[in-house]
């Protein structure tokens, strides 16, 4: 049986006077490919008036770019947000046969797309 959770975010800034607001990414919209399906999903933006351009990162995670045109003495971003939790076996996969070992053994191609997960820093010494 799922359960349905319903969030509410809110950030807010004031201004003593009026400022100019540079260009903003907001980051609060769930991916398109987590397990936890959403039911609703509403952003609610203030000062009114503002450009927005909905853009995914490299990762496919949604991002707002909030342009403000006019002076503003307030930020607002109100999200809410409704979502059903449901219980997923974590261990519902299937494994590729290069993957059965450690350390695995990617192909080229996909050394390439791992190549900045692979990177290593030098080890520190042990106090």
Do not use: C
Request: aromatic content about 14%.
């Amino acid at each position: 049986m799922a359960i349905h959770v319903a969030l509410s975010h809110i950030t807010h800034y004031r201004y003593d006077r009026p400022v100019m607001l540079g260009p903003q990414v907001v980051r609060l919209r769930p991916a398109p490919h987590s397990r936890t399906r959403v039911l609703s999903y509403s952003q609610k933006i203030e000062p009114g008036q503002h450009f927005i351009n909905w853009q995914q990162d490299p990762f496919a995670n949604y991002q707002a770019r909030l342009v403000f045109p006019q002076p503003t003495t307030e930020f607002k971003v109100t999200v809410d947000l409704v979502v059903e939790m449901a219980v997923y076996n974590p261990f519902d996969f299937f494994l590729e046969p290069g993957a059965e070992n450690f350390p695995f053994l990617y192909e080229k191609s996909q050394r390439q797309e791992l190549s900045p997960y692979l990177a290593t820093e030098p080890l520190t010494p042990n106090p």
